[in-house]
């Protein structure tokens, strides 16, 4: 199985190359919501990787779990705030 990475057209800026396309997903969610402000840039895409970014997914970059893990503590942030503005 090839790693994917998210590719945003509008930024000309890829991710981190990701093990699987849920990952990369993630990256393109996570892309969307703090660059885009949550909304679709044109010309993006998920595409495999291959060659040298391909060897070592995780040496230089955030993994793909990291961001996931950063998400769901935004989301979390985001309930707590919530239940003490009230
Ligand atoms: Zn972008």
Same mark, same amino acid.
Do not use: K, Q, W
């Given at each position: 199985?090839?790693p994917?990475? =998210?590719?945003?057209?509008r930024?000309? @800026? ?5 093990? $699987?396309?849920? &990952?990369?997903?993630?990256?393109r969610? =996570?892309h969307? @919501? $703090?660059?885009?402000?949550?909304? /679709? ?7 495999? /990787?291959?060659? &040298? !970014? @391909? ?6 970059? /955030?993994?793909?779990? !990291? /961001?996931?893990?950063?998400?769901? *503590? *935004? !989301?979390? @942030? ?9």
């Amino acid at each position: 199985m090839s790693p994917y990475r =998210y590719r945003c057209g509008r930024c000309r @800026a890829s991710s981190p190359p990701a093990t $699987t396309r849920a &990952e990369a997903e993630a990256h393109r969610d =996570y892309h969307r @919501a $703090t660059v885009h402000g949550g909304l /679709v840039p044109d010309g993006e895409s998920i595409e495999p /990787v291959r060659g &040298e !970014a @391909a060897r070592d997914p995780n040496a230089r970059y /955030v993994s793909g779990r !990291a /961001v996931l893990f950063g998400l769901g *503590l *935004l !989301a979390a @942030a985001s309930v707590i705030s919530r239940i003490l503005g009230r």
